[in-house]
């Protein structure tokens, strides 16, 4: 059974190919699974350094981040400058990737975390064009600055991650970056 980590990281690997020279991904990610990026960060290198695809992704307030490692690749790739991140201060509910104005996946609301997501692909250039006009009007609305400048985001394990969002429910969504940090600061996780 094809997981979650393998199914968006074969949307990415897929797409990605569609580019040309200069082009641009914009994405909502919810938790930027750490092990979905770490897949990823070599052919988002590889098609910076050849193509120079800008990439761009909105995150957060919470991160993945791998348990031994306590870091995610979606980090690093943000500070060496291949990928810019902007971290949310409350969880997007619309989750979206945009291969330039060719194609885009969304996915349906779904859960943190969640292995039973559906989603469905867009290839009307033009919606393509508003999701993507939405994606830097949310960052302009909600004055989002590159990280590490703005919000800071509150990293978690997977685990942590699943016992937040066990104990909140549907709530989990509906919390500000600050009231996170202060559960996670004041409970057991």
Known sequence: ?????????????????????????????????????????????????????????????VISIDEETESNPIIELNKKGVLDLYIAPYRQITHFIAFGDRIMYQENYHYPLSEQRTGFFITDSNLIKKYRFDFYNLINVLKLEKYPAGYKPLFLTIKQISQLSDKLKYKYDFLNLDRMQFLSANSSI
Not at 8 to 17: D, F, V
Not at 32 to 43: D, G, N, T, Y
């Open 1 to 61: 059974m094809e997981t979650i980590v393998d199914r968006i990281s074969n949307i990415w690997t897929t797409n990605l190919e569609l580019l040309t020279w200069n082009d641009e991904v914009n994405g909502v990610s919810g938790e930027a699974i750490f092990e979905i990026f770490k897949k990823l960060e070599p052919l988002i290198i590889d098609k910076y350094e050849k193509l120079k695809i800008k990439f761009k992704i909105i995150a957060g307030p």
